[in-house]
């Protein structure tokens, strides 16, 4: 058939070079998103960057996309704009990718541009998403337009969309992971600059005559007698479906995995491959009316991943988490075909080109910028959730119920309808899902354990891991606080009192050092905002005597004009195994901008949670970037401390009296150090030099999040070192004569208390590392050589107090979490201490109960009995065992003895009925059983336990029962009922031709037979 056809585009090549364009702008466009999330994440380690980046850029594109609309009605040439705002936006991104080049005082171009105007690379950011949305106006437009090859230009521009973004990210990805620099990229741009001169194309408003064309029409494209409202309701329906499906996908990822940029771009990925796939596929399923019931099947894939994370997200890593959204996002792609082809078939060029720039720019950028700035409820997350799913399923139903579709697909619809949705409520309800006004994306985990943490007492009880993100941030123990809290008074051994001390602290929203408030002229930076905890706050306490700043790093070094002397950082545990522009020589040249000349830089480490590539990166770029080091070691806490200062960490005398004023001035430090030459013995090294080749070394992936951390080991003779060295602070003493008499002083302290300081070591490294039967050895040793030290002896003292208390806490929770073996070793280190512990005693006996040790539970239950006699529980305790060794007769003593003592407990009960029905006395059983039963109406046992008993009772009366004799007249008067008789009456019986009564044994009470043979 020869019909006329209207073509605005007649030159083909021309639309190849526009496909050509696209394909490499959407390419630019993720690798540029990726790169900008991998570097800001970089630099602003705790911020959400990909959701700031989100919303800059959608913002940018959507005003760019309007911008471009609103100049090419007004300008005829649009190409000429066009053509500037590609090339200005390409150079922008040129200059973007040369950043590496430039570089000042070790500091990069974009550190630099914060630190000249921070808000530069925000404004740059969307700039460059403004003059990329006036561009895809254009190259929309053009896409939606017929070529007279009548390829499917939108389609094309969809596909390019998802495959090329995609591929972007995935190249930035490799390109960072590598650590290949990002020049590299500029090959990109620089393809994309000739395609820009070779884009001409004139629009053609005449119609051409094509002989012999035959539409191809088929699937969803094939005309319909259909309103166009019903086709736009359901095109808008599907893209505002995909977009909010996608981000409550994202928002669960995060709550469980965290809010990482690598994260966050694998979950784009992922989810853009997939839908990829989908709409690849979608080419090939060909249904009718696939575009207004798909959408139905929306809420299916989603449910399928958010039970599959609900049940595996602890288990399974991040990726495996993300790939579970794979059902939904194929199905999304799926759909997404199916309206696209609908778009192309049944509208002309201008209302194509509306209807896209509406459903992917417009629509998305809208929603998805409102949804950034909203944080999320439990309640209304699942409400959100609720309602879309609602929509997916009813909407179609009721166009369903108005067309005239089969009879029995309506029927399987609706019955599909009417399953579904309960469904969702029994999943809700399935998983304990609290709808509450908590915030449904969470950062912190476990931090309901620092409520009930009392920092200022002798011992900390919890022994618990507060994570960010499903990664450890902070371990809250006796031994980690009491270690955090030494390895900050060494630092007045260098910081003079009137010289200002900075201290950035990644612990503060989960543990106030008390001792950052002892230093004068002290500032304190938190660098976790509420946000990063969900607004959780420590309960409030009387020793801290400071107030810390809140900010980001950066932004603190960009506001603050102050230089201090001293500077001195704390990362957390998670810093250590994720941050690693923490530990990198651009941080320690921005720290060495904020000290003064031959200032003090001080940096923690806790050596048992470190990732061992970061620290080993770390401790190479510290000695690059100071000229001199020295390292402290406090059991699992590592102090090194910097300087260019030639003569920074020389002891002289003035140092040592600042140690001495700081430890005697601060009463609480005497519960952490024996004396001030305590403090000295944990100088491990002079410089960092001997501990370099005892680190194992790590190559540094940028992309940490790849892979789980592997723990820091350092080689054993760093510990040696350590536990041999006490003097080593002598190695700090200029050896000149005017220090000669010092460095003999100091010596002298050392030696008398060189195998206390050793033994005070090992404590303490046992301590850390849980060899809690070691550490009570180290302790028993001490307390021996404590006999003529009365410091010593106090010293002691405190830590036996506290050790008995913590350790038998320790074994509480370890019974409760049924680790009968930790727990037994616990309360054998309690009773090592003090043997007369009543409630270590105690507990050990019922211990050995559950591992089946009655010889063992009779030994410490007696020792608890020695303790406290008449202790009821202890005497219900001894009267099971008697009873389950089979002494019944000691059981009763005991179980009467704990009664007498008021332990009238439904168990004793029912055991003093089991003594005596094994004794025989019934009637004290059925007593005892009655009151088990009176005490606790549920109790099933003992019911049974006394129906037995009264039937033993009663079979018993029954046994000594004599039958009570009758005459036969007295048996035979007012009878109505046939009555045995006996031999005797027989004949008597016959003759009165009475039949109907049979003969019995009165003996037997059995029939006689043959009766009837005898007549």
Request: aromatic share 14%.
């Amino acid at each position: 058939m020869s019909i006329f056809q209207d073509f605005r585009y007649f030159n083909i090549p021309q639309g190849t070079i526009i496909n050509y364009n696209n394909f490499l702008s959407f390419l630019l466009i993720g690798m540029v998103f990726a790169d900008i999330a991998f570097v800001v994440q970089y630099y602003f380690f705790y911020d959400p960057v990909v959701i700031v980046i989100l919303v800059l850029g959608l913002g940018g594109l959507l005003i760019g996309n309007l911008l471009g609309r609103f100049l090419q009605e007004r300008h005829r040439n649009f190409r000429s704009i066009f053509t500037v705002c590609e090339v200005s936006y390409l150079l922008l991104l040129i200059l973007y990718f040369l950043r590496e080049i430039i570089e000042y005082q070790n500091s990069k171009l974009l550190v630099l541009l914060f630190f000249s105007l921070k808000l530069l690379i925000p404004i740059l950011i969307f700039i460059t998403s403004l003059l990329i949305g006036i561009k895809i106006n254009y190259s929309l437009r053009v896409s939606c337009t017929e070529f007279i090859d009548k390829k499917p230009g939108i389609g094309l521009f969809i596909g390019f969309m998802l495959a090329a973004v995609s591929l972007g990210i995935i190249v930035s990805g490799i390109f960072y992971s590598l650590n290949i620099p990002a020049a590299f990229m500029i090959a990109v741009p620089i393809l994309i600059l000739p395609s820009i001169v070779l884009v001409n194309l004139q629009r053609n408003r005449a119609f051409l005559y094509e002989k012999d064309f035959e539409e191809e029409i088929a699937g969803d494209a094939a005309p319909a007698p259909r309103r166009d409202n019903d086709n736009l309701i359901f095109i808008y329906l599907n893209f505002f479906y995909i977009v909010m499906y996608s981000y409550l996908g994202f928002s669960s990822i995060i709550k469980y995995y965290g809010n990482s940029a690598y994260v966050e771009l694998m979950f784009v990925l992922v989810l853009l491959l997939l839908m990829l796939a989908g709409y690849i596929a979608g080419r090939y399923i060909v249904i009718s009316n696939l575009y207004i019931y798909g959408g139905s099947l929306f809420p299916v894939g989603f449910l399928v991943f958010l039970i599959l994370l609900l049940r595996w997200h602890g288990s399974l890593y991040f990726f495996g988490g993300i790939l579970l959204i794979a059902p939904a996002a194929f199905v999304m792609g799926v759909v997404l075909n199916s309206t696209v082809r609908v778009i192309a078939g049944r509208y002309d060029d201008a209302k194509r080109a509306t209807i896209i720039e509406f459903a992917i720019v417009i629509v998305p950028t809208s929603i998805l910028v409102s949804l950034a700035i909203i944080n999320f409820t439990n309640l209304w997350y699942y409400v959100v959730l609720g309602v879309l799913m609602i929509c997916n399923v009813i909407i179609p139903a009721i166009y369903m119920a108005n067309t005239t579709t089969a009879a029995y697909k309506k029927a399987l619809y609706f019955a599909f309808s009417l399953v579904f949705l309960p469904l969702f409520f029994f999943i809700i309800s399935y998983y304990n899902i609290s709808l509450n006004s908590n915030v449904y994306v969470t950062r912190a985990g476990n931090f309901d354990v620092l409520f009930d943490v009392n920092y200022d007492a002798d011992y900390i009880k919890k022994d618990a891991v507060v994570t960010l993100g499903n990664s450890p941030v902070f371990h809250v123990a006796d031994s980690v606080i009491r270690n955090l809290k030494r390895s900050l008074v060494p630092v007045s051994l260098f910081h003079k009192d009137e010289k200002k001390i900075l201290f950035i602290d990644s612990n503060q929203k989960f543990f106030r050092n008390p001792v950052i408030g002892y230093y004068e002229n002290s500032n304190c930076l938190d660098v976790l905002s509420d946000r990063d905890v969900d607004y959780n706050k420590l309960p409030l306490t009387g020793n801290q005597g400071y107030v810390p700043d809140k900010g980001d790093l950066l932004f603190y070094f960009e506001h603050t004009g102050n230089r201090f002397f001293t500077i001195v950082d704390i990362p957390n545990i998670l810093d250590q195994n994720y941050n690693p522009f923490r530990f990198s020589g651009e941080y320690y040249a921005l720290i060495k901008k904020r000290l003064e000349n031959n200032g003090i830089f001080v940096q923690t480490f806790n050596i048992s949670d470190s990732r061992r590539e970061l620290f080993s990166f770390a401790v190479s770029n510290l000695q690059r970037s100071f000229k001199r080091q020295c390292v402290f070691l406090f059991s699992n806490i590592l102090v090194i401390m910097s300087s260019d200062g030639d003569k920074a960490f020389d002891l002289k005398q003035g140092n040592y009296a600042r140690l001495i004023k700081f430890y005697t001035t601060h009463e609480e430090l005497s519960g952490v150090f024996l004396n001030e030459v305590h403090v000295l013995s944990h100088l491990v090294y002079a410089d960092i030099s001997g501990m370099l080749p005892l680190i194992p070394a790590g190559k540094l992936l940028p992309v940490l999040y790849l892979a789980p951390p592997e723990a820091l080991r350092l080689k054993q003779k760093f510990f040696s070192d350590y536990i041999g060295n006490n003097t080593g602070a002598l190695d700090l003493i200029d050896k000149s004569p005017d220090q000669y008499y010092f460095y003999r002083t100091i010596n002298n302290l050392f030696l008398p208390n060189d195998s206390i300081l050793t033994l005070l070591k090992k404590t303490e490294l046992a301590e850390a590392f849980g060899k809690y039967h070691d550490e009570t050895q180290y302790l028993f040793e001490l307390k021996k050589q404590a006999e003529f030290r009365i410091d010593l002896q106090n010293y002691i003292f405190k830590m036996l107090k506290y050790k008995e208390k913590y350790y038998y806490d320790l074994a509480l929770r370890f019974e409760k979490n049924k680790k009968w073996e930790e727990a037994k070793e616990l309360y054998k280190t309690v009773l090592a201490i003090n043997n007369d512990n009543f409630d270590a005693n105690y507990r050990m006996g019922l211990l050995c109960i559950i591992l089946q040790d009655i010889d063992g539970s009779f030994r410490y239950l007696q020792q608890a009995m020695r303790i406290n006699k008449d202790h009821p529980k202890v005497l219900f305790q001894m009267g099971i065992l008697y009873f389950s060794t089979g002494k019944i007769t000691d059981a009763v003593e005991y179980f009467n003895r704990a009664l007498q003592q008021n332990e009238k407990s439904p168990s004793i009960y029912r055991y003093l009925g089991l003594c005596y029905q094994q004794l025989g006395n019934l009637y004290d059983a059925e007593k005892y059983f009655s009151k088990a039963l009176l005490a606790d109406p549920n109790d099933v046992d003992s019911k049974r336990r006394l129906d037995e008993v009264r039937s033993l009772i009663e079979k018993e009366n029954k046994k000594w029962e004599t039958p009570e004799q009758k005459n036969e007249s007295d048996v035979e008067q007012d009878a109505e009922m046939p009555l045995p008789v006996s031999k005797g009456a027989y004949d008597i019986r016959l003759k009165d031709n009475d039949m109907s009564l049979p003969v019995m044994d009165p003996q037997t009470g059995e029939r006689i037979q043959g009766a009837e043979e005898k007549k």
